[in-house]
């Protein structure tokens, strides 16, 4: 019953530094996300899977990339990282199609680019 | 373009005192609508839906919400508080087609329960 599992739930990466954030979900969902949490912005959508082998940009693309690695798994990477990346990062899940089903939400990636 | 106000950004309400979140949207159509809460440290979580029907909706934990077409608000309301509820709140707005990407959230409102 794990649901949507991110790895790692903390991270410090140095300016220029790469890294991957992986998110698996176990619910057979079509549709995964990938969002940034900032204070007093809510959550903004960076990329997204409607479905397995395709992956679009969301609100904030810029500086990251993602790969739909199956129908499960689903990773987000900085290939250089900046301090302007510093935040708290939400891998999501949903059926998809449309917006009237349930997105589950991992518990989150905490990102500190010094 | 879709939006989502919480024009409140942190509410204090003493433990067993009910509770009033709102939120306002944006929206050109019938909206789908949702209150999702995150406690600490912890990812989000859906307290309850809109996208059809009775305006006012049920969800988990106690939480009710009404849909008000002509104030274009969609409250959260509690009739009395637990100290466990202490958790920030998100509302959200989305339309039936092109799936969840389509969903924009709110900034949040963050809640504290005092004894």
């Known amino acids: 019953n794990a649901g949507v599992t991110q790895t790692p739930k903390f991270q410090v990466l140095k300016t220029g530094q790469s890294m991957t954030l992986q998110c698996a979900q176990d619910?057979?969902?079509?549709?995964m996300y990938w969002y940034r949490q900032d204070p007093g912005m809510g959550l903004r959508l960076i990329y997204y899977s409607a479905s397995e082998g395709t992956t679009d940009k969301g609100e904030v693309p810029n500086g990251y990339n993602v790969s739909r690695l199956n129908k499960r798994e689903f990773s987000l990477r900085l290939e250089s990282a900046a301090p302007s990346q510093t935040s708290v990062y939400f891998c999501?899940?949903?059926?998809?199609?449309?917006?009237?089903?349930?997105?589950?939400f991992g518990q989150g990636t905490r990102l500190t680019v010094v | 373009a879709q939006s989502v106000t919480q024009p409140d950004i942190h509410i204090t309400v003493s433990e067993g005192a009910s509770l009033e979140l709102r939120c306002n949207y944006s929206y050109g159509a019938t909206p789908y609508l949702f209150w999702y809460v995150q406690s600490p440290g912890q990812g989000l979580q859906l307290l309850l839906k809109?996208?059809?029907?009775?305006?006012l909706v049920q969800g988990i934990k106690g939480f009710e919400a009404e849909f008000k077409r002509s104030q274009s608000s969609f409250n959260l309301r509690k009739p009395s508080v637990h100290w466990s509820d202490a958790a920030e709140y998100f509302c959200a707005v989305g339309r039936g087609s092109g799936g969840y990407q389509k969903v924009t959230f709110g900034t949040g409102t963050k809640l504290q329960v005092i004894p």
């Open positions: 999501a899940s949903s059926e998809g199609g449309r917006a009237n089903t349930e997105a589950f």
């Open positions: 619910m057979n969902h079509n549709s």
């Open positions: 809109y996208f059809s029907g009775d305006t």
